[in-house]
């Protein structure tokens, strides 16, 4: 196990379920035993979702993945009935009770409910993955393997399954503190080329002041040090929440203002906040929200692979900014500014350096982490954004319509924000400690709220474009046609002289009458 996934299990108490999840909603019941008979036929596939967590002798080292001699499948999934009238209202609450309790390490961390009951005969499905075992993209990559890519998918023949033979080993208090000391020469090297990477990244002439950009940032973060009305010390039960937008309007937004996906979701999260700040009797005129999100580190190539790959990039956003697109013009702005500086390089080295103590003492530090309360939080929240599958996903049949995530959440962080893509919709979870807020459902409607501000202000300024452009051609186009129309021509014809007397033509018709 590596050091990130060891933090994991060091931080997790009742106050703060270290479980990532999702509440999946399909298009009609979930046949229970065929789905249990399908995730049966792929365990084989996923070795680690049938291992337990085991701390070694002394605790000298990191905890081991090894076989759960005792693996049942059926104690991993759980058949359950809503309670009436199965709305959306009790979907979040039963949500929320299975979202309040620890995973049990005594089997491995993993589990789903499959869910009857729902209204107009959907089903759904709430699923959980400890954060030692997966982080956001491995546990997004693990739910396209156990689900199905096509509707007419059947369980396969299930291989036999071995377990890895393990010889029984004898370890001497020498042979710990031998393992110890390796452990942390070889982390003390990582770190070591780290700091000598993130150097060449500051001091790379190619790229404009990096350093400059990261220090005009730094009094914005002193300034963010502030608890907001969610940041309270949690209890550990949970009230889950949900909303989903359309990706196509999220993508009109981007080509009108600009910035990426990940920008719109910070926009329309700092305006939110800012209304829910409001609401609970506070001033935001000069002040911040600090937000961390989780970025992905793992290649193309690595996308399957399990436990945590991930860095951190920090983020103080203004809650005082006027209007929906001055916002996201703002936060796009920071965000590039953080990702030329190096703030993520930053974040890793510090994560190196943090790594490169011997183990023991990382378990005593992230151990003691949750009985520390600060008098300022280290940061507000945190939101994440995983891309999930932009095709439809199925179970035994079943078509998935939504899948909500849930980021852990705990501490003084009351809150928590995730986003996640799928077959064309833009889903968002909201967590929340029932004790720190209470009525996160208003944040999750000033969300909703903020979004459709940013689009109808995107919505204006494209159309004051179009009418600008189209201006523009029509002014070109007549000074087109001013430049091809020939100029006036004088006359050539030459008036006949003034007679004295009538015309020869006059005099015949006088004669003739």
């Known amino acids: 196990m590596s050091a990130a996934d060891a933090a994991f299990l060091y931080?997790?108490?009742?106050?703060?379920?270290?479980?990532?999840?999702?509440?999946?909603?399909?298009?009609?019941?979930?046949?229970?035993?065929?789905?249990?008979?399908?995730?049966?036929?792929?365990?084989?596939?996923?070795?680690?979702?049938?291992?337990?967590?085991?701390?070694?002798?002394?605790?000298?080292?990191?905890?081991?993945?090894?076989?759960?001699?005792?693996?049942?499948?059926?104690?991993?999934?759980?058949?359950?009935?809503?309670?009436?009238?199965?709305?959306?209202?009790?979907?979040?609450?039963?949500?929320?009770?299975?979202?309040?309790?620890?995973?049990?390490?005594?089997?491995?961390?993993?589990?789903?409910?499959?869910?009857?009951?729902?209204?107009?005969?959907?089903?759904?499905?709430?699923?959980?993955?400890?954060?030692?075992?997966?982080?956001?993209?491995?546990?997004?990559?693990?739910?396209?393997?156990?689900?199905?890519?096509?509707?007419?998918?059947?369980?396969?023949?299930?291989?036999?399954?071995?377990?890895?033979?393990?010889?029984?080993?004898?370890?001497?208090?020498?042979?710990?503190?031998?393992?110890?000391?390796?452990?942390?020469l070889g982390s003390l090297l990582e770190f070591e080329a780290g700091m000598l990477h993130f150097a060449q990244t500051l001091l790379d002439g190619s790229k404009e002041s990096p350093l400059k950009g990261l220090f005009g940032l730094l009094p914005e973060f002193a300034a963010s040090i502030e608890r907001l009305p969610f940041n309270k010390p949690c209890t550990g039960a949970r009230k889950f929440c949900w909303t989903e937008l359309e990706m196509a309007d999220v993508q009109k937004v981007r080509e009108v203002a600009g910035g990426t996906v990940n920008d719109v979701i910070l926009s329309i999260l700092t305006r939110a906040l800012s209304r829910y700040v409001r609401l609970h009797g506070q001033s935001v005129v000069n002040r911040f929200v600090r937000i961390v999100c989780p970025v992905n580190l793992r290649l193309p190539d690595q996308s399957q692979g399990m436990g945590n790959q991930i860095s951190f990039l920090p983020i103080a956003l203004p809650m005082d900014v006027h209007g929906p697109i001055r916002m996201l013009q703002v936060v796009t702005a920071r965000t590039e500014t953080l990702k030329q500086c190096g703030a993520l390089g930053f974040v890793g080295l510090a994560a190196k350096w943090l790594a490169a103590a011997p183990p023991p003492l990382q378990a005593l530090f992230w151990r003691s982490i949750p009985e520390i309360i600060l008098p300022v939080p280290a940061l507000n929240m945190i939101c994440t954004n995983v891309v999930g599958s932009p095709t439809p996903l199925y179970a035994v049949g079943r078509r998935m319509l939504v899948a909500y995530p849930q980021v852990p959440t705990g501490y003084d962080l009351g809150v928590g924000c995730a986003a996640y893509?799928?077959?064309?919709?833009?889903?968002?979870?909201?967590?929340?400690?029932?004790?720190?807020?209470?009525?996160?459902?208003?944040?999750?409607?000033?969300?909703?709220?903020?979004?459709?501000?940013?689009?109808?202000?995107?919505?204006?300024?494209?159309?004051?474009?179009?009418?600008?452009?189209?201006?523009?051609?029509?002014?070109?186009?007549?000074?087109?046609?001013?430049?091809?129309?020939?100029?006036?021509?004088e006359s050539t014809r030459t008036e006949p002289p003034a007679a004295a007397g009538p015309s020869p033509a006059v005099e015949h018709s006088k004669e003739a009458a």
């Open 11 to 184: 931080i997790e108490r009742k106050e703060i379920p270290l479980h990532i999840a999702s509440v999946c909603i399909f298009d009609g019941p979930i046949p229970f035993e065929k789905f249990v008979a399908n995730i049966d036929s792929k365990l084989h596939l996923l070795p680690r979702y049938r291992q337990i967590p085991v701390s070694p002798p002394w605790s000298l080292g990191f905890p081991t993945w090894q076989d759960d001699p005792q693996f049942d499948v059926r104690r991993h999934v759980f058949q359950v009935t809503l309670e009436s009238p199965g709305g959306e209202a009790e979907l979040q609450a039963f949500a929320g009770s299975i979202l309040s309790q620890l995973l049990d390490r005594k089997k491995p961390l993993w589990d789903v409910h499959v869910v009857d009951g729902l209204k107009d005969g959907r089903g759904a499905l709430v699923w959980r993955v400890h954060h030692s075992l997966a982080d956001g993209v491995s546990g997004t990559e693990l739910m396209k393997l156990l689900l199905d890519p096509t509707p007419d998918s059947s369980p396969a023949p299930r291989p036999r399954y071995r377990r890895a033979c393990r010889k029984t080993e004898q370890h001497s208090l020498a042979d710990g503190i031998s393992g110890v000391i390796n452990s942390t």
């Open 421 to 489: 893509s799928y077959d064309g919709k833009l889903c968002f979870g909201l967590i929340a400690d029932t004790h720190a807020a209470p009525d996160v459902d208003r944040l999750r409607d000033f969300l909703v709220l903020s979004f459709r501000e940013l689009q109808r202000s995107a919505a204006m300024k494209r159309a004051r474009g179009a009418k600008r452009a189209a201006r523009a051609v029509q002014k070109q186009e007549e000074q087109s046609a001013e430049a091809v129309q020939p100029p006036a021509q």
